[in-house]
Nanobody, 123 residues
Framework: QVQLVESGGGLVQAGGSLTLSCVAS????????IGWFRHAPGKEREFVAA????????YYADSVKGRFTISRDNSKATGYLQMNSLKPEDTDVYYC????????????????WGQGTQVTVSS
């Protein structure tokens, strides 16, 4: 079993930056892919970004390309989401997820989820 804990959310002004962290504990593995999603009540879950086990491949939703950067530090069992040029529409609860795969895929759901961290962008 793997436990994921997100942190780094908060309130920022439009155009500002924020970095989210996702720390894994338990039976972790460097071959796990990491992804970020955002989900607000009454709305569909939205994919944000994902990264392969080595960090060599990254994937982004069109809405965040050029603004967000996903990364990881396997020595610390931690994933990151650097968010720049934030917009009010980025406001949401952000969730970290992991798949027991070298490269992330949409053919199956993530194997593990974090508890979420709130990001609020004011105008």
């Amino acid at each position: 079993q793997v436990q994921l804990v997100e942190s780094g959310g908060g309130l920022v002004q439009a155009g500002g930056s924020l970095t989210l962290s996702c720390v894994a504990s338990g039976q972790t593995c460097s071959t796990y892919s990491i992804g970020w999603f955002r989900h607000a009540p009454g709305k569909e879950r939205e994919f944000v970004a994902a990264i392969s086990s080595t960090g060599g491949r990254t994937y982004y939703a069109d809405s965040v390309k050029g603004r967000f950067t996903i990364s990881r530090d396997n020595s610390k069992a931690t994933g990151y989401l650097q968010m720049n040029s934030l917009k009010p529409e980025d406001t949401d609860v952000y969730y970290c997820a992991a798949q027991r795969l070298i490269v992330p895929t949409t053919t199956r759901d993530p194997d593990y989820w974090g508890q979420g961290t709130q990001v609020t962008v004011s105008s």
